[in-house]
Every structure is written in C-alpha cells, then in structure tokens.
C-alpha cells in the first residue's frame, strides 16, 4: 500500500512538473528551449538588406526569411564565416545556435524558416553581400514569454 502511494506521488509530481509543455531542455546545450506557440513574422531578403533589420519577437515564434531580391543570398549567424562553415554546423549540432540557410538554398524565391526557441540575441549576415554588423546584417532579439532571459548562457546573451 505505502508503495503504490509512493509511486502514486511520484507519478502525479511527474504529470505535473511536464504538464503545460512550454519548456523542454534542449538535447545539447541544456537551454530550456520553448515550443512553437503557433506566432510567426516574415523578414524579407532584398538586394543589399534585410528587412526589417531588427525585430523582437518572443521565444517559440517562428521566422519566416523570404527572399525577394534578384541575387542568391545566405543567412549566417555572426559566428559563422561561410556557407561550408553554415553546413558543418547545421550537419553536427542542434543548439539554439544552429540555424541558417547557404546560398543555395535561398536563391531569389526561396523561403527560409525557423522557430527560435531560446531567447538571446541572434546577430545574422548574408556574407555574399555584407559582414557582421555591417552591410546586409540583422539582428533578432528573442524574448522569454515570461519576462527576461532563462539563462545567462543563452546566445549571445
């Protein structure tokens, strides 16, 4: 009888610690990661720029990247040099800073999507057409639903 209580317990602090599903660890990093909340924004790719260049959204929306321009373009996080660079990391890792599209995939037309999970800030670029900061770059503030960062190892935090 104390046994099946026990296990009783157990099993509702479980049911109750995972019920709601708006956190879950993410496989590597250990970041709570939030799911898709069902939101999304569209950034356009144009000749030279993106647009808008910086926008807040809140953790779980989903980014829509359209490219609208005549030129193939590439969406790298700041810490990626190139589109080689871009495919190792998307290849080998799922964390939170594993995200972007190469040049050849993201020719004019072409739709690019990701639902940012982890707040932080993501600094991207298209290295055909600008660097880090500078010349076709943008930037995505990503927010915790709740208020604040999670943690102070979120990206780029």
Known sequence: ???????????????????????????ESGLLVVPPNGDSITIQSLDNSFRPVEFEIV????????????????????GVKNDAEMTALLASSDAPEAWGVVAADFVPGDVYSHVFGVPGRYPYYCSIHGAPGAGMYGVLVVTDPNGGYWSSTAPND
């Open 1 to 27: 009888m104390v046994v099946r209580r026990l296990v009783l317990v157990l099993g509702l602090v479980a049911l109750l610690t995972n019920c709601g599903g708006e956190k879950a660890a993410a496989p």
């Open 59 to 78: 953790a779980g929306t989903e980014v829509i990247f359209e490219n609208r321009g005549r030129n193939d373009h590439n969406i790298l996080p700041d």
